[in-house]
C-alpha cells in the first residue's frame, strides 16, 4: 500500500478520471441499447467529453474498451460465486440453510448482470466475430467451472453427492447452462421475474446436483 504522504505521478493521477469517465460514458450509451459494433469511437469520446485522440491514450481500441468493461463486473460476479459454500459451518441445521444461500447468491450475481445489461449483451454480441472476447468470456467461465469441480469433488467426498456423478460433466451443465440462462433472462425479463429465476436456478443446482438422490445400486451379476 503507497504511503500517504508520498507524491505519485501527476501523469497516473490524471489518468484514471479521464479513463472513468471513458467506461462511464460507454456504459451509458451501451445501457441505452447501442449496438457496440456499430457504437464509434467519436461517439463514445462525446459521451465522455473528450477529444478522440484522448481516447486512444488510454484505450488502444474498442476491444481493449469492452475488456476492461467486462473484467469489472465478472470479478464481482465470481467473488459472489467462490464466497458460496453448500454446506454452511455449524451444526446440521437442514438441506434448505444451503439452498436459501444459494438462491441469495444467485440474487445477488442477477442484480450484478442487471447493472452492467449493456456490457453483457456487447460481450455476447462481439464474441461472435472477436476471438479476444471470447477467450476472455470463456476465461472467466472457467473460473467458475474450476470453483464448482472443487465444491462437487467436497460434496462427493461427504458423501453428500452420489458417487455416480460425472462431476466434470455435471460442471459443464450448470456453469454454462446457468450462464446462458442468465444472459437470456436478463436481456429479455424487465427485473420482474428475477426472484423467481433466481430460486428456479437454486432449485435445479441444489436438487440436480448437490443434494441429487442417490440412484439405485447397480446389480452384481451371480454366476
Known amino acids: ?43 463514445i469520446a462525446r459521451e465522455a467529453g473528450v477529444a478522440r485522440s484522448t ?9 481493449e474498451l469492452l475488456l476492461r468493461l467486462a473484467e469489472s ?15 454452511p ?4 441445521v437442514g438441506d434448505s440453510v444451503g439452498l436459501d444461500a444459494l438462491a441469495a447468491g444467485f440474487r445477488e450475481i442477477l442484480a450484478v ?11 455476447t454480441e462481439v464474441s461472435g466475430y472477436e476471438p479476444v472476447i471470447r477467450r476472455f468470456w470463456r476465461a472467466r467461465l472457467d473460473q467458475f467451472l474450476v470453483r464448482t469441480v472443487q465444491v462437487l469433488e467436497e460434496e462427493k467426498r461427504a458423501g453428500r453427492v452420489p458417487a455416480e456423478v460425472d462431476i466434470a460433466a455435471a460442471s459443464r451443465l450448470i456453469v454454462l447452462g446457468g450462464e446462458r440462462f442468465l444472459a437470456d433472462h436478463v436481456a429479455t425479463d424487465d427485473g420482474s421475474g428475477d426472484e ?6 437454486a432449485e435445479t443446482w441444489w436438487y440436480g446436483v448437490y443434494r441429487r438422490p442417490a ?5 452384481v451379476d451371480r454366476p
Open 1 to 43: 500500500m503507497p504511503s500517504i504522504t508520498r507524491r505519485r505521478s501527476g501523469g497516473s493521477d490524471r489518468r484514471l478520471p479521464v479513463e472513468a469517465q471513458i467506461l462511464a460514458a460507454t456504459e451509458r450509451l451501451l445501457a441505452e441499447g447501442e449496438s457496440f459494433t456499430e457504437l464509434g469511437v467519436q461517439r
Open 55 to 63: 481516447f486512444y491514450m488510454h484505450f488502444a481500441d474498442k476491444t
Open 73 to 87: 463486473f465478472t470479478g464481482v460476479a465470481f467473488g459472489i460465486a467462490r464466497e458460496w459454500e453448500p454446506a
Open 89 to 92: 459451518d455449524g451444526p446440521p
Open 113 to 123: 448482470y442487471r447493472q452492467h445489461s449493456g456490457v453483457l449483451a456487447a460481450i
Open 196 to 201: 423467481a429465476a433466481a430460486r428456479e436456478l
Open 215 to 219: 440412484g439405485p445400486e447397480t446389480p
